[in-house]
């Protein structure tokens, strides 16, 4: 979609998923994983598969200002486009937070100490403070919300989960992935959940 300003402004997906279901558990996503859904053209749908309720860390909201997407005027070159979440977050898909309690500040202290960006700082500690699910790719914030028995979710398990749910057609599938592969430049390690699922489908280690 072109914005009045002359650039492609980024989508969230065309379709969305609406099932009944019991009250949503909270999770937070961080810049990387948020940067993967919004260039797969399929973020609405994505997180709404998934049934958590999204909150939206207000360094993480300041971090993601572009992402890279194809230039539909020079097929095969890239563009930066500016982000609006305002949205996502004005229809409640993504809620914004900013830690206040005590305790969430501390702990951002600390692993702002630890982090060159906020981003996962923030989301690192709203999680250990409150308990919620933490969406991320960073290999060193997965290691220290796991050691701290924090339960995380990467890419490669959200574009699964919503895959499963609504049953995609295999070309739309391998399209997000590729489309995150170019724009986001993010390839899941062997090591993530659904990282062979996702070679398999794209055919790229």
């Not at 609406?18 to 999770?27: E, I, V």
């Not at 206040?100 to 999680?127: H, N, W």
Request: glycine letters at 6%; aromatic letters at 6%.
């Amino acid at each position: 979609m072109v914005g009045q300003d002359g650039f492609p402004h980024v989508s969230s997906g065309r379709h969305s998923v609406t099932r009944k279901r019991r009250a949503s558990s909270p999770a937070l996503i961080d810049a990387c994983c948020l940067i993967d859904l919004l260039v797969s053209g399929q973020m609405e749908a994505i997180l709404r598969a998934t049934g958590y309720a999204w909150n939206l860390p207000d360094a993480v909201n300041a971090e993601v200002q572009f992402v890279r997407l194809h230039d539909p005027a020079r097929p095969g070159s890239f563009l930066n486009a500016p982000v609006d979440l305002s949205p996502h977050l004005n229809c409640g898909l993504l809620t914004a937070y900013q830690p206040a309690d005590p305790k969430e500040q501390t702990l951002f202290v600390q692993y702002a100490a630890q982090f060159r960006s906020d981003g996962e700082a923030m989301c690192l500690a709203i999680a250990e403070a409150r308990g919620w699910v933490l969406a991320t790719d960073d290999r060193k914030a997965i290691r220290i919300a796991e050691k701290g028995g924090l339960t995380v979710i990467s890419c490669p398990q959200l574009v699964k989960t919503w895959v499963d749910a609504t049953r995609p057609d295999t070309a739309l599938v391998v399209q997000v992935l590729t489309d995150i592969q170019t724009l986001a430049q993010f390839r899941p390690n062997s090591t993530m959940p659904e990282s062979d699922w996702w070679t398999g489908k794209t055919g790229s280690p």
